[in-house]
């Protein structure tokens, strides 16, 4: 069965330094990934997300990540962060029955931004 | 467009009592899923609909659950009786289609607190 390891429950930048989001998935087939974010008391909003197209993804806010088949990974990359970034982050991928609509959800990365 | 809507935003009860939740999806998405987010669980997805439809509701924790979908515009969540474990933030979510990479849009969840 799919699933995904967010490598890291907690991860603290400086403002104006690179972000990464480590992701590991398991699928026995070519999955769709995702990155969803969640502002503190806010629903989950698509950051971005990974259909068998071009395996570097880039999403909103200047965040991106590259799929890495090899490695089964989907690491969140951003170059620099901006405080208005903290927030909790999920790495997801979609169900492998196909076409159920169900996703995945990993266990979520808090980032913390500190001046 | 006013996204995915859910009320009510906050709801405090007692053990025992009748807890509804509503949602109201993206005027023309076909497809809605409940989600329940705690701490020890993360996100869990309870039940989606597929054209008013329920398609699988093996996430439904117990009976006392239960979801229904009158129309394309108007799903809620039910628990009768709720139990002081019931409490978590349980968000509503809709996408147009089930296939594996669509995305899918979140409201802002209700906050469910079983005293």
């Known amino acids: 069965a799919q699933s995904v390891t967010q490598l890291d429950s907690h991860v603290s930048v400086s403002e104006g330094t690179p972000v990464l989001l480590r992701c590991n998935y398991s699928?026995?087939?070519?999955?769709?990934l995702f990155w969803y974010v969640q502002h503190p008391n806010k629903g989950l909003q698509l950051l971005l997300k990974?259909?068998?197209?071009?395996?570097l993804v880039k999403g909103i806010n200047g965040f991106e990540a590259e799929f890495k088949k090899s490695e089964t990974s989907f690491h969140l990359t951003k170059p620099s962060a901006h405080m208005s970034d903290a927030a909790e982050y999920f790495c997801v991928v979609s169900d492998e029955a196909g076409n159920t609509g169900k996703l995945i959800f990993g266990q979520g990365t808090t980032l913390q931004v500190k001046p | 467009d006013a996204g995915v809507i859910q009320s009510p935003r906050h709801e405090v009860t007692e053990m025992g009592q009748e807890v509804t939740l509503r949602c109201k999806p993206i005027s023309g998405h076909n497809s809605l899923f409940w989600y329940r987010q705690t701490m020890m669980r993360g996100l869990e997805l309870l039940i989606y609909?597929?054209?008013?439809?329920?398609?699988?509701d093996s996430g439904m924790p117990e009976d006392r659950f239960s979801a229904k979908m009158p129309n394309a515009s108007f799903s809620t969540l039910k628990i009768q009786p709720s139990e002081p474990r019931d409490s978590a933030v349980y968000f509503c979510?809709?996408?147009?289609?089930?296939?594996?990479?669509?995305?899918?849009?979140f409201g802002p969840g209700t906050r469910l607190t079983v005293l």
């Open positions: 990974y259909t068998s197209a071009a395996t």
């Open positions: 979510a809709s996408s147009f289609g089930l296939a594996g990479n669509n995305e899918q849009f």
């Open positions: 609909f597929n054209n008013n439809v329920p398609i699988d």
């Open positions: 699928s026995s087939y070519s999955p769709s």
